[in-house]
């Protein structure tokens, strides 16, 4: 069974910048970011390849960057000029076998292992 464990979340100003990490206790391939914002539905914000091919929601795009550090097994999410709409929890989701791809990518079914979630405010 893989943990993930994200950090990083915070409360930040409009146009403030935040850095989110996932660290995974087993080696991982696919791995995205979700964020559901209060009443709504859990969406994809970002996801990462084994590959390191990504793929960004259209609202987060030029604003936010996904990366990771294989040999830590950790993700990142660089977020910058944040605004009200970014407000939520943030998960990390991964799975260990690559399959994700440009339609799959931000559909939670393919993701197997889901951290606890991390808060990030923007006010």
């Known amino acids: 069974h893989v943990q993930l464990v994200e950090s990083g979340g915070d409360s930040v100003e409009a146009g403030g910048s935040l850095t989110l990490s996932c660290v995974a206790s087993?080696?991982?391939?696919?791995m995205a970011w979700f964020r559901q914002a209060p009443g709504q539905e859990r969406e994809g914000v970002a996801a990462i390849t084994g590959a390191d091919v990504t793929y960004y929601a259209d609202g987060v795009r030029g604003r936010f960057t996904i990366s990771r550090d294989k040999a830590s097994r950790t993700g990142y999410l660089q977020m910058n000029n944040l605004n009200i709409d970014d407000t939520g929890v943030y998960y990390c989701?991964?799975?260990?076998?690559?399959?994700?791809?440009?339609?799959?990518?931000?559909?939670?079914?393919?993701?197997?292992?889901w951290g606890q979630g991390t808060q990030v405010t923007v006010s």
């Open positions: 989701a991964a799975r260990i076998v690559p399959a994700i791809n440009e339609i799959r990518w931000n559909r939670e079914t393919w993701y197997k292992y």
């Open positions: 087993y080696t991982i391939t696919d």
